[in-house]
């Protein structure tokens, strides 16, 4: 859905109950939200309107009343809609709710004060009041509902299928519920990677002394690292299994239906490994490559003749790889073209591969895809800035340019194309099935002209400012209302630092 500036409702997607029609004929719309199979939105006079299922009797799906918008509503002024129910901010600060109530998610609390914004989860309700408070109802069988002690006052709240976070007037964000995945918790006192890899739903790490965490999905153990490992050379993260090189020798733990966690007994001098959906590629000391698991689609069938390798990256049911020269080589699954290196393609520099696209970054800074392109992920848009990484999830890619720049396309609706300015300026990307994750670059506070890096351009601004005194001199480089030889010392011990 999409509310336009003329106040009318767009609707494209699913619309097997009539949730996304063509034609939206209310006019005047200030607020608009999408259930699972229904649609609402309330309009300036504070009308709701509701759409889609549960209007009508259905053997194949229930109907529960969420798109009835109850007889005599007062004046709205906003509504959100849940998996199968929805509530209302009237303008009174009260609330009303409707649909399906098999957990109480439309019971809405007697006595609740006014309230400033409402949400609506997959089997829950929240308010967040005008005292700055959170009010959770329904479901609480992950403890969705279960609001924290001492939460201080809050000025935002919105309700997951399972979970439910908040926007604390500090700035902070906290969340409860279900986290089943952890993906986005990176474990408390975890120094900074010398090495990361995503997978599926999981996220492994090696650090400077050759240990390797791992978190996220472990419904395959794939984040269990094997006791006693340690030393390991590099790292790699696959649909549901996980890979570590220890003395030239991979060693594999996670999901193993297809063997991609048994690699050739004589395999060794291994410098770099790749994981797939459900296969495994290593690439050998002189350049070969070495494919195990899953080869349905002959995605391990490595090409005969295929030499001087320069490095590798695996798809869901494909691989990829780049030679020294520039080239690059594709097999296994080609059903949405994702192997069809183009012509015309140039010298390379990085590969990466996705569900059914690959994403090429050329020796000039430029991206090239090829492949499925459902939703884009094969159409990178203009970039301001030569680009240095490029990393392909499922159905999305994304690039890091060479300002620090984050840019994704294609799929996002888990929000993992939907690479916000704050990210800015970055030094890492990687991307998972349906996430991708950032490294964001330190900021220096000598890098006075925001390049990136402290040089004598940052010395020039120091010593324009130089004996200056007052507050907020960006040459006060240690706040002491002086800029004086203090400061000159902290930017000499930047000095050429990269904050990017």
Same mark, same amino acid.
């Given at each position: ?220 153990? #794939?984040?269990? @690292? *094997?006791? !006693? &490992?340690?030393?390991?050379?590099? $790292? /790699? %993260?696959?649909?549901?299994? =996980? +890979? ?54 002959? #995605?391990?069938? @490595? *090409?005969? !003749? &295929?030499?001087?390798?320069?490095? $590798? /990256? %695996?798809?869901?049911?494909? =691989? +990829? ?58 159409? *990178? ?120």
């Amino acid at each position: 859905m999409a509310l336009g500036a003329d106040g009318r409702v767009r609707c494209w997607g699913r619309n097997d109950y009539g949730q996304a029609p063509e034609t939206v004929p209310m006019q005047g719309i200030i607020g608009i939200s999408a259930g699972s199979f229904h649609s609402a939105a309330v309009d300036s006079g504070g009308a709701v309107f509701a759409w889609g299922a549960g209007q009508f009797a259905s053997i194949d799906w229930p109907q529960y009343g969420q798109s009835i918008v109850p007889a005599g509503l007062a004046p709205a002024a906003q509504v959100d809609c849940g998996a199968f129910h929805t509530v209302a901010r009237l303008r009174s600060g009260g609330v009303r709710a409707w649909g399906w109530n098999n957990f109480g998610q439309c019971a809405v609390p007697a006595g609740l004060p006014a309230t400033i914004q409402v949400s609506a989860g997959g089997l829950h309700s929240a308010a967040l009041l005008g005292s700055g408070a959170i009010a959770c109802w329904g479901s609480s069988a992950v403890g969705q509902c279960a609001v924290p002690a001492g939460l201080g006052p809050c000025k935002a709240v919105s309700c997951g299928e399972r979970h439910t976070v908040v926007l604390l007037e500090t700035g902070e964000v906290r969340c409860w519920g279900s986290n089943r995945s952890m993906q986005c918790n990176v474990p408390i006192g975890l120094g900074a990677p010398e090495q990361l890899a995503v997978g599926g739903g999981h996220i492994v790490v090696l650090d400077s002394h050759g240990l390797v965490t791992a978190w996220g999905d472990n419904d395959w153990a #794939q984040c269990v @690292v *094997p006791a !006693g &490992l340690s030393a390991a050379s590099t $790292i /790699a %993260a696959g649909g549901s299994h =996980s +890979v570590a090189v220890v003395s030239g020798r991979p060693r594999c733990w996670g999901r193993n239906d297809f063997l991609q966690c048994v690699p050739p007994a004589w395999l060794d001098r291994v410098e770099a490994v790749a994981a797939g959906e459900m296969h495994t590629m290593a690439l050998r000391s002189g350049g070969a490559v070495v494919c195990w698991g899953n080869d349905e689609s002959g #995605q391990c069938a @490595v *090409p005969v !003749g &295929l030499a001087n390798v320069g490095s $590798i /990256a %695996a798809g869901a049911e494909h =691989s +990829v790889v780049r030679c020294v020269g520039g080239a690059v080589r594709c097999w296994g699954s080609d059903e949405w073209g994702q192997c069809d290196v183009p012509a015309d393609l140039p010298s390379i520099a990085a590969v990466a591969a996705g569900a059914s696209h690959t994403v090429a970054l050329t020796t000039t800074g430029g991206v090239r895809c090829w492949g499925g392109n459902s939703f884009g992920q094969s159409s *990178p848009p203009v970039f301001g800035s030569a680009v240095q990484r490029v990393v392909a999830g499922a159905f999305h890619s994304a690039a890091l340019e060479a300002d620090g720049t984050v840019t994704a396309w294609g799929r996002s609706a888990y929000g993992e194309a939907s690479a916000g300015t704050d990210l800015s300026p970055a030094r890492g990307l990687w991307a998972g099935r349906y996430f991708s994750v950032v490294e964001r670059a330190a900021v220096l506070s000598s890098d006075l002209d925001g390049d990136g890096r402290v040089g004598g351009a940052d010395l020039g601004r120091l010593l324009g400012q130089w004996g200056a005194t007052g507050s907020g001199l960006a040459a006060d480089l240690n706040h002491d209302g002086l800029v004086s030889g203090a400061d000159l010392g902290i930017m000499l011990g930047d000095w050429t630092s990269a904050g990017v």
